[in-house]
């Protein structure tokens, strides 16, 4: 099916079941343990060995020797695979750094062997005795330092006359801003169980994001043909884009299985998920910003520094500057530097979650530096168009009505308006509001419908990782097909069913679902011609045409019948700008004397078109608030500048916030379509709860105690010395 303009109105413009709240339909399987997590597949493949890798201790330099006879010889061990035993395997596009083979060391943590045992505490024990000598080379860890260093790449981009405007400018600002780098902290670590056994075809059991994707990077990794290769994710407890990607944990047991001739499982331990797989990198960023006597802004220049290893991008945080607000001149550039720090990718909104951390402050102090009210000074900034192109205009965006809402139903009227004014006993209390933009991908996405009795079976390779996948394109068919949700089954997460766009960026939900859309479609022609209807109708299980109605379940005698198909989005998108809006409203608290913060409340209103599922767009609304307050207050990875590796490398020492420190959130989605989006007229919503929360706060902490703090995460260190005195 092709997607070459807007939708007119469809059906889903009058849905039982599209767009209506249902409780998740896999939600039962997971709290009870009964949904299939890849470590937990014990009855997919009998005589299953445990693997378990050893890694390098140095962040750069060579291998020079390594002993794995004792541990060959231990109890319980099938086999040993050292990195010395292999060339380096070939490295897909995706990997900065090879995953295996060769004495070369790239980054700490790096795997340099797999020991394959009948259980855990046998492979964990051989694995230490593995003899290790290493050549080190001196790396480039602090971020800070090779940043003063760093001279600028080119713009991105540079329109009108940056330096005309600040020079005539009323008002400006120049900060400088930073944000940590992060761990994704998923849940399930990164697990898998391959059967490689006979040297032919290599079954995977993985927790993966995207199925396509890693299918063809295990391929080109071993070298072997992408058809041999089967591979199965259909739960994934938690990615936020660390499992976009093939990592260690698939291609240690695969070369495992091959060595031990049984099916291997390994899942990478907590350290190794911070240090071995990949992570968000910090930034420092400088943001000048110049408006006229009304505010009105007139110019941007946004530089970026990230970090990344030699060949990688970084965390390029700029993007959003180039289209947010209305100003005629911008310039926005990002540098990738390239240190030795383990490999950096994509985290849950790479780029913006950290680029609005910078910019939504900076908006903040500008309202300030004009005297105006900080919801004002968006709204006058709002705009309806591409500041770099004004002849391409947002297909639907109601940014100032996300504000407007938002300031209504939070009080933002009766807020604190002198930082450092309100108290309430020992806690100083301070109200923060920022922005969020994100863009609304899609990507061509299919899927097949089999139609059995009555009953609707939808398979696609999509994958749920814990968004509401398997909840949103159940509603999506019984919508299309006329029938109820107990009425479809849907299958998910394996390479045997037709490539959909996989879970990531923000596309998942809103390509998946026309992908299966598409699907219907072909389903139901494949009907009309068995009945020789035209233009039937499905509702309610049966087809009907005029007078004329048989029961889906009578339409082909009791025979399957199956129907494939896929979305491909046409380039008329080129022409738009389509994005997805919101305005993030917080409430803190900051103890006079000791600088602790408090989030007490949270408020987010959200544009990002036709909401398919309420129940579940809210939990990722919640959820990505969530992971802001991290990334504001105590998410950040601690390298260790002489070594080379993230020091608090497990959940005990890297804090992540959780719903107990957030007594009071609140989503609220305006009801909008966009029909340059797909045919449902729906965008993703995954990300846009993370956009700037981490600004909303920590200009509520401005609000609150009149200390402005500009680097991430604002621990109260950065706090305690300068707040107000007090009685």
């Known amino acids: 099916m092709d997607f070459n303009q807007s939708t007119d109105d469809n059906l889903f413009d009058r849905a039982r079941i599209v767009g209506k ?30 693997g378990y890798p050893l890694c390098a201790t140095i962040a750069k330099g060579r291998i020079t020797h390594m002993d794995a006879t004792a541990a060959r010889a231990a109890p319980g061990v099938a086999a040993v695979v050292t990195t010395l035993d ?58 800070d330092a090779a940043w003063e260093q760093q001279t600028p790449d080119e713009p991105l981009s540079d329109v009108g006359d940056v330096d005309a405007a600040f020079k005539n400018a009323a008002v400006t600002l120049d900060e400088v801003y930073r944000t940590a780098s992060q761990s994704h902290a998923m849940m399930e670590p990164h697990a898998s169980i391959v059967d490689w056994s006979d040297g032919g075809k290599m079954t995977v059991w993985t927790s993966n994001q995207m199925i396509a994707w890693t299918r063809k990077a295990l391929a080109k990794t071993f070298a072997i043909d992408s058809d041999a290769i089967r591979l199965e994710s259909p739960y994934v407890g938690g990615g936020f884009g660390g499992k976009l ?41 400088r943001l000048r910003i110049a408006a006229d006597a009304e505010g ?4 941007f220049d946004h530089s970026a520094f990230s970090h990344t290893l030699p060949g990688g991008s970084g965390e390029n945080p700029v993007n959003q500057t180039r289209a947010f607000y209305a100003g005629a001149s911008r310039r926005v550039a990002h540098t990738a530097i390239e240190m030795d720090l383990p490999e950096s990718a994509d985290m849950r909104a790479p780029g913006e979650a950290s680029g609005l951390a910078a910019l939504e402050i900076a908006m903040d102090e500008m309202a300030e530096k004009l005297g105006m009210d900080p919801v004002e000074f968006r709204i006058l900034n709002d705009t309806q168009v591409d500041p770099e192109d004004p002849t391409k205009p947002f297909s639907d965006r109601h940014y100032v009505e996300c504000l407007q809402k938002g300031a209504a139903d939070f009080g933002w009227e009766a807020r604190n308006r002198t930082p450092g004014s309100q108290r309430e006993g020992q806690w100083l209390i301070g109200h923060g509001v920022a922005g969020a933009y994100r863009g609304a991908p899609t990507m061509d996405s299919g899927a097949r419908v089999r139609l059995q009795a009555g009953r609707l079976v939808v398979e696609t390779d999509m994958t749920d990782i814990g968004t509401g996948s398997y909840t949103i394109i159940a509603q999506t068919a019984a919508e299309a097909m006329g029938l109820t949700l107990e009425d479809v089954e849907v299958r998910l997460g394996n390479s045997d069913y037709p490539v959909s766009s996989g879970s990531g960026g923000q596309f998942g939900a809103a390509s998946a679902t026309a992908g299966v859309y598409a699907a219907c479609l072909k389903l139901q022609e494949e009907i009309a011609q068995r009945l020789g209807m035209k233009s039937p109708r499905f509702e309610q299980g049966r087809v009907i045409a ?13 025979e399957e019948l199956v129907a494939e198909d896929t979305i491909h989005f046409g380039d008329f998108k080129d022409t738009l700008q389509i994005g997805t809006f919101a305005a993030h409203f917080v409430e803190v608290a900051v103890h006079a004397h000791t600088g602790e913060i408090r989030v007490r ?7 990002a078109g036709r909401i398919l599922n309420p129940v579940t767009a809210r939990s990722q609304g919640i959820g990505g608030m969530t992971m802001g307050v ?28 959780v719903h107990a420190d957030i007594p009071e959130q ?25 956009c700037g929360v981490a600004a909303a706060v920590a200009n509520a902490i401005y609000n609150a105690t009149g200390i402005r703090v500009r680097d991430y995460p604002m621990t109260l260190d950065r706090l305690i010395d300068q707040l107000p005195k007090v009685s």
């Not at 597949?41 to 445990?50: E, I, K, N, T």
């Not at 045992?117 to 000598?133: F, H, N, P, Y």
Request: proline share 4%; glycine share 8%.
């Open 601 to 607: 409340r949270m408020l987010a209103v959200c544009d």
């Open 296 to 299: 009105r802004i007139t110019a």
């Open 21 to 50: 709240p249902h409780a998740r339909i896999d939600g039962a399987l997971k709290v009870t343990g009964q949904a299939p997590y890849a470590y937990e597949r014990h009855d997919v493949a009998a005589h299953q060995l445990v």
């Open 546 to 558: 005029g007078t004329t109605e048989v029961a889906l379940a009578e339409v082909a005698d009791g």
């Open 630 to 657: 991290g990334s504001a207050l105590m998410e950040g990875l601690t390298p260790d500048v002489e070594r080379g590796f993230f020091v608090n490398h497990d959940l005990a020492s890297y804090e992540v916030a």
């Open 666 to 690: 609140e989503v609220i989605f305006l009801d909008t379509t966009d029909a340059a989006s797909t045919p449902l007229k729906a965008k993703g919503v995954g990300e846009l709860g993370i």
């Open 86 to 143: 292999i060339e380096p395997l070939a490295q897909a596009k995706s990997n900065v750094a090879r995953l295996f083979g060769g004495d070369t060391v790239a980054h700490y943590h790096q795997a340099i062997a797999v020991v394959v045992a009948d259980t855990l505490e046998q492979a964990r024990s051989a694995a230490a005795l593995i003899e290790v000598r290493y050549q080190e080379e001196q790396g480039v860890f602090d971020l």
């Open 245 to 285: 990607w093939l990592r260690a944990d698939t291609v240690l047991a695969a070369l495992g299985s091959r060595a031990s001739g049984r099916p291997v499982k390994l899942a990478l331990p907590r350290p190794l998920v911070f240090n071995n797989a990949t992570h968000r990198s910090g930034t420092v960023q």
